[in-house]
């Protein structure tokens, strides 16, 4: 008679422990994965997408936070040469009140919202606004 064989045993334990030690690294890596898919996107992201929702798609050029200030440039698209000036301030002043007030209204931890609108690169409009004020614009001289 012959003792008792460890070697199917040792093979067992050590099957098991590839499975176990491969299910655990799958379950770490699919749940680092959702974590970070839960994560809200950045605020540059977060202002950029709330301007493009008014504006239109592409049209943000450039965004920047810092300190619960967004500084947003985006082209318009309203403006058209040769339009009347007058014209042209009103939309430009909607496209700058819509754009800043939603990112206002949106991100709490935003205070301030300075917004430059342009067209082929262009500055056309300045504007700035704050929690609880009047958005303020300036224009370029040629729409004055």
């Given at each position: 008679?012959?003792?008792?064989q460890?070697?199917p045993v040792?093979i067992?334990?050590a099957?098991v422990a590839?499975?176990?030690?491969g299910?655990?690294?799958?379950?770490?890596?699919?749940?680092?994965?959702?974590?970070?898919?839960?994560?809200p996107?950045p605020?540059?992201e977060?202002?950029?997408?709330?301007?493009?929702?008014i504006?239109g798609?592409g049209?943000?050029r450039?965004?920047?936070?810092?300190?619960?200030v967004?500084d947003?440039?985006f082209?318009?698209?309203?403006?058209?040469?040769?339009?009347?000036?007058?014209?042209s301030r009103?939309?430009?002043?909607?496209?700058?009140?819509l754009?800043?007030t939603?990112?206002?209204?949106?991100?709490?931890?935003?205070?301030?919202?300075n917004a430059?609108v342009t067209?082929?690169g262009?500055?056309l409009?300045r504007g700035?606004?704050?929690k609880?004020?009047?958005?303020?614009v300036?224009y370029?001289?040629?729409l004055?």
């Amino acid at each position: 008679m012959r003792g008792f064989q460890y070697t199917p045993v040792l093979i067992y334990i050590a099957v098991v422990a590839v499975i176990a030690a491969g299910i655990f690294a799958w379950d770490y890596a699919w749940r680092k994965q959702e974590e970070a898919r839960r994560q809200p996107p950045p605020p540059q992201e977060i202002a950029k997408n709330l301007v493009e929702n008014i504006i239109g798609q592409g049209t943000v050029r450039e965004v920047k936070v810092e300190k619960g200030v967004v500084d947003v440039t985006f082209e318009s698209a309203t403006f058209k040469p040769g339009q009347a000036k007058k014209e042209s301030r009103e939309y430009l002043q909607a496209e700058l009140e819509l754009a800043i007030t939603s990112i206002l209204g949106q991100m709490q931890e935003i205070s301030r919202v300075n917004a430059t609108v342009t067209y082929q690169g262009k500055i056309l409009a300045r504007g700035s606004g704050e929690k609880g004020k009047k958005v303020e614009v300036t224009y370029a001289p040629e729409l004055q």
